[in-house]
């Protein structure tokens, strides 16, 4: 227990103003690599009997969207993202900044989106084979969730029509 305390990161609320790629960056490492310490953490906050019911509902929501499928791709499209924009990302949120340098690693980004685009079947593959993996990991089911129907009310003497969503990709 004491080996994963000094693992264990602090998670805090970024404010609605003070947001930076930085922060988002973090937000969607720490979910990742804490993804069952979060999980944990959300189940303990989400026991009525313990805290407001402000903080059970919030609580709940987190941890059912959390343990979502497609909450997982989108996490783990994120972080790709972030780790070719990251570098020249932080380098012009910084206080000295190099332009030659920036104008180097936004050349190499437009190079990885360029190449990723080019390939972009085979990266979708790579990650849905990832989220799956990661799903098994932890125990979620690996399928996105079903559309709900639509249906949509008509004038009496009128058949209702159903029109349903699909997700494609997989």
Same mark, same amino acid.
């Given at each position: 227990?004491?080996?994963?305390?000094?693992?264990?990161?602090?998670?805090?609320?970024?404010?609605?103003?003070?947001?930076?790629?930085?922060?988002?960056?973090?937000?969607?490492?720490?979910?990742?690599?804490?993804?069952?310490? &979060?999980?944990?953490?959300?189940?303990?906050?989400?026991?009525?009997?313990?805290? !407001?019911?402000?903080?059970?509902?919030?609580?709940?929501?987190?941890?059912?969207r959390?343990?979502?499928? !497609?909450?997982? &791709?989108?996490?783990l +499209?994120?972080?790709?993202?972030?780790?070719?924009?990251?570098?020249?990302?932080?380098?012009?949120?910084?206080?000295?900044?190099?332009?030659?340098?920036?104008?180097?690693?936004?050349?190499?980004c437009? *190079?990885?989106?360029?190449? +990723?685009?080019?390939?972009?079947?085979?990266?979708?593959? /790579?990650?849905?084979?990832?989220?799956?993996?990661f799903? /098994?990991?932890?125990?979620?089911?690996?399928?996105?969730?079903? *559309?709900?129907?639509?249906?949509? *009310?008509? +004038?009496?003497?009128?058949?209702?029509?159903?029109?349903?969503?699909?997700?494609?990709?997989?």
């Amino acid at each position: 227990a004491q080996e994963n305390e000094r693992y264990v990161k602090t998670l805090k609320r970024v404010s609605e103003t003070t947001r930076s790629w930085r922060s988002v960056e973090d937000g969607v490492c720490v979910v990742l690599n804490r993804y069952e310490s &979060v999980i944990t953490a959300l189940d303990e906050l989400s026991v009525a009997s313990v805290n !407001d019911a402000t903080t059970v509902s919030s609580a709940d929501g987190l941890l059912h969207r959390l343990q979502s499928f !497609d909450v997982i &791709v989108t996490l783990l +499209m994120l972080q790709n993202i972030f780790k070719k924009t990251g570098p020249v990302s932080r380098l012009l949120q910084g206080v000295a900044c190099d332009y030659g340098v920036a104008v180097s690693l936004l050349e190499d980004c437009v *190079k990885k989106f360029n190449k +990723m685009r080019d390939n972009a079947d085979n990266c979708w593959i /790579k990650l849905i084979n990832k989220a799956r993996h990661f799903a /098994k990991e932890h125990e979620l089911e690996p399928t996105f969730p079903a *559309k709900r129907q639509k249906r949509t *009310k008509l +004038m009496p003497n009128c058949s209702r029509r159903t029109t349903t969503g699909s997700r494609t990709g997989i």
